[in-house]
């Protein structure tokens, strides 16, 4: 029998809220609950300086829904939200500003993690999810240790690109265990949630699962986590920049004029968070006909090199349109380990190399953002 959003309320009434007096089924810190079959997914608001201290709320809250007849895991994570402060008066312009509190850097780290890389796109359809897996298996081939997180919620791939299914096993202090697919540590929301499920989220949800995937998994030790990112300039992405120290993000795009519009808003969109850009990758930048050997530009070619030139921001390589991609992804083996001598890999381990250069020697880092709402 499937479980009720009032069952679930039941369970959550003995608990107290993060105000300790009212009941978490009445706290107006519970966000929306959402049931998935037997699933249950919901979040509860703090201010993020007293993370730590609401943890254990939160497990009290994940295991009395966990107990419940019917639910086979439940998602809780805590937002950090912090309450607005009163606005200073301005000295001009009849505006106010205000600076809103941040959590501090090492409250931002994740233990373990050397290096976050964001792997964004402007607009769907671009192939990056599959550029983000063959991307995190270069690194992994250049002896660094890896992980990869899907955070594409509306459209989680990585469950497919690896053929791993099935919900992740969890450890003795309550974090969800990566699985390993070729020795790679991968995590996505498609190992929660069934596969053909939509995923009607609001921003709450969304930011509160990118949260939790990132907070409640155990990912170290690593070199660095690669995070397979939505595509456009939303809930997911901000979340993930106002909530862990990304050392960069990697933008693909294919070279036609449409998508470069939706890939400088991707890059807009970090800069103004301060995240830097490690490059620009041109996916699908030229078909080479498996037959006759000739090449076509199907969708332009050199647009994306013409526009990280014109940005400031380094070009990482040309990754060509092929079967052998295709089907080896289909098939759940991506080519960078189903054919790790193939020209197509030789692309995707240049592309890791000059991240790698850009992320080891230091190059790639900025001064922490400084943000004004005025």
Known sequence: ????????????????????????????????????????????????????????????????????????????????????????????????????????????????????????????????????????????????????????????????????????????????????????????????????????????????????LLRDVAWAPLDVLVVDMPPGTGDAQLTLAQNVPISGAVIVSTPQDLALIDARRGISMFQKVQVPILGVIENMSYFVCPNCGSRHDIFAHGGARAEAERLGVKFLGEIPLTMDIRERSDSGRPIVISAPDSPQTAIYLSIASAVWEQLSSGTHVKPAPSIVIE
């Open 1 to 212: 029998m499937s479980v009720t959003v009032q069952a679930v309320l039941d369970s959550l009434s003995r608990i107290p809220g993060p105000d300790g007096r009212t009941p978490l089924d009445r706290s107006p810190a519970l966000s929306e609950i959402v049931v998935q079959g037997d699933k249950v997914m919901f979040s509860i608001a703090i201010d993020p300086r007293r993370a730590a201290e609401f943890e254990p709320l939160r497990r009290a809250a994940a295991a009395a829904v966990g107990h419940l007849a019917g639910v086979s895991s439940a998602l809780v994570s805590l937002t950090a939200e912090q309450p607005a402060k009163a606005a200073t008066p301005a000295h001009d312009h009849g505006h106010a500003h205000r600076r809103p509190a941040q959590p501090s850097a090492d409250d931002k780290k994740l233990p373990g993690v050397t290096h976050i890389v964001a792997v964004a796109s402007g607009k769907g359809g671009v192939g990056k999810s599959t550029t983000a897996a063959n991307f995190a298996l270069a690194l992994q081939a250049l002896g660094l240790k890896v992980g990869l997180l899907d955070a594409d919620i509306y459209g989680p791939s990585v469950p497919r690109l690896f053929n791993v299914h099935g919900q992740p096993e969890v450890s003795d202090d309550e974090k969800l265990i990566p699985k390993e697919p070729f020795g790679l540590k991968v995590m996505s929301i498609g190992f929660l949630v069934d596969e053909e499920a939509p995923m009607v989220w609001r921003g709450p949800m969304v930011m509160s699962a990118v949260t939790q």
